[in-house]
Every structure is written in structure tokens, then in C-alpha cells.
């Protein structure tokens, strides 16, 4: 049995591995994301240094999340290596340390690492998300944002009218869509006029305008302060359908999902997005697992590229399809709860047969 200041030790050189590379990577995504928004909003009237520095900052938590995985595959497969090369691994076999012993804190290492992403950086991603769809969409303008490949629609009929609505970002559960357009469609499926607006406020029967550029066929825009459309949509419906998944935090999300199901909604983009978010930290002790499939042979040079390359690659390919059944699950194809599960309890079996096939025959 490990002794709890061996077992320490192989913790502490985890941690301060992962912390080492979640500083390193965050530093790298924000730099990266910097010069893309600098690159890709320079020439837009309202832009400054400031507003990308702000953006950059804002959106840096929701991909540094995503890259938690690889985060975490990096450090186990470096504080393996680095314990071979100082051949601390190898002493610790000699006495009697089996692989499953001491791969057992680096294991808790990487589930407590995932568990901290999930309380804390998770929230913090939420928020910054959604306050960088606002302030993307402010500077950019209405012109721009209703353009957005990104932007979604839904579609409503109220009083005889079909509309048809898309928003740049969706706040407060969906009450309210910032830099909004409305179509308004007539029996033979022509736009017979157009809405542009600042804000979007759902109220009980109707959507209230604000700051509002009418189009009307080929006449000149009208501006005109506050304007109301009916409507018949709920919050909930509005925020299924408008809201990104990632703009939630993990604490919201089960409310989110019993509400909209108790309208009749599947929400299963956000009932995925939700199991993901917990099976996290068992993700991060199946890429341990692979991690140490690559890392734990000794020799005497250190570990070859070709080893190193094949353990990224399969922790590549692990969240590869691991998003791929994701999307599946967000689809309505496969269960929520089928879509984030299986792809990790697929790679731990794999660990867990690897090892067992090498250490113990």
C-alpha cells in the first residue's frame, strides 16, 4: 500500500504540474484571442484597444474550459515522464509500489482539478460568455449582428402575423434579446417589413422595441423610438431556442431544463451541455488513464516522440468523439445522458484493460 507521503508527494507534483499548464494555456488563449478579435473588428467605427482587451478577456474562460482535457492529459503524461526520468517510479516499484497505488493520486489530482473547473471556472465561463455576446453585439451594431452567422431564429404567429426573430446575445432567461430583428411575414411568405432594434423586452402578450429602425419595402428606414409586437412566446421557449447552452452555469441548468420541460420542451442541447459538465471530472481520470497507457515504460533516454504523440492523439481523439456524441445528443439523435457518458466510460474501460494487461498480465 502507497504510504500517504509518497501518495502526497506524486499529488502535490500533479497539481502543481496542471497549475502550471492551466496558467500557461490561459495566458496563450487570451493572447491568441486578442489578435483574432483585434484582426477581425479593427476596421468597425466603435473599436478600440480597450473593447478587444475587454472581449478577449471575457471569452478566454469558456475556451479555456474546453481545453480542460487537454489540460489535464498534459499534466498527467508530463508528472509521469518527469517522475521516470528522475526515477522516482522506479524506486517506487522496487519497493513494492504497484501502478495502480501510485496512479491513485494522480487520478484524485485530475478528478479534483475537473471538480474545481466544473464549480468555479464553469460560472465564471457562463457569465463571460454572455457578456461578450452583448458587448460584441453593441459595438458591432445592428447592421452586423443581424448578419451574424452565429445568431439563431425562431419563429412566432400572433394575431394572424407570422414573425420571425433572431438575436445577437439573449439575457435573463430570455426576457430580453439585445441587437434583436424582426421579420414580419405575410400569407404569401413575403417580408413585408423589417424591425431593427437596440433592445427586446418580452412582456405578458407582447415584445416591447426600443432605439427601432422600420423597414417597410423600399422605403427610406423610419426611426422611431419604442414599438410593441405581439406575441405569444414564453421565456422559457425563447431562451431554449435563442440561448447557447454554454451561457448557463452548471447551478442554472437543472432549473432551466425542468421549466422548459414542463412546457413540453426537450431542451436537450442544455441537458447535454448539463451531463457533460458532470462526467468532466471523470473525463479528466479517463485521459489519466491514457496518460499513463503512453508514460509509465521506463527509459532510460526518456520517453520518445513517437510515445508522447501517439498518448496526445488518443486523447485527441477521445474528445473528438466525445463532441461528436455531444452534437448527437444536442440533435434529439441519442439521450443526454447516453451522449456525455458513454465516450468516457468507453476510454476508462480501455485504461483500465491496458493497465491491467501490462502490470498484471
Known sequence: MIGLTLGSYFFRRYVSIAAWNFVGIGLLI????????????????????????????????????????????????ATLISLNRKYELVVARAAGVSAWQFLTPIALGSFAFGLLAVALLNPLAANGF???????AEVR???SSANSEAEQWI???????ETVIGASAVLNGGQVLVR?????????????????????????GYWELTGVARRRGTAAPERVETLQVPTNLRPEFVGEQLMRPEATSIYDLPGKIEVAQSFGLQANAFA???HSLVVLPLLLVAMTLIAATVSMRFARMGQSATVILGGILAGFLLYVVS???KAFGSAGVVPPVVAAWTPVVVAMFYGVTFLLYKEDG
Do not use: C
Request: charged residues 20%; without cysteine; proline residues 5%.
Open 30 to 77: 487570451f493572447i491568441v484571442t486578442f489578435t483574432e478579435v483585434s484582426g477581425r473588428a479593427a476596421g468597425l467605427p466603435n473599436y478600440t484597444p480597450a473593447w478587444a482587451l475587454s472581449l478577449a478577456a471575457l471569452q478566454t474562460p469558456i475556451v479555456l474550459l474546453q481545453a480542460v482535457p487537454f489540460i489535464g492529459l498534459i499534466a498527467a503524461m
Open 130 to 136: 454572455s457578456r461578450a455576446q452583448v458587448l460584441e
Open 141 to 143: 451594431g445592428a447592421k
Open 155 to 161: 419563429k412566432q404567429r400572433a394575431d394572424g402575423e
Open 180 to 204: 434583436p430583428t424582426f421579420f414580419q411575414i405575410d400569407d404569401e411568405g413575403r417580408i413585408v417589413e423589417r424591425l431593427d432594434a437596440e433592445r427586446a423586452f418580452l412582456r405578458d
Open 272 to 274: 447535454t451541455h448539463f
Open 323 to 325: 463532441v461528436l456524441v
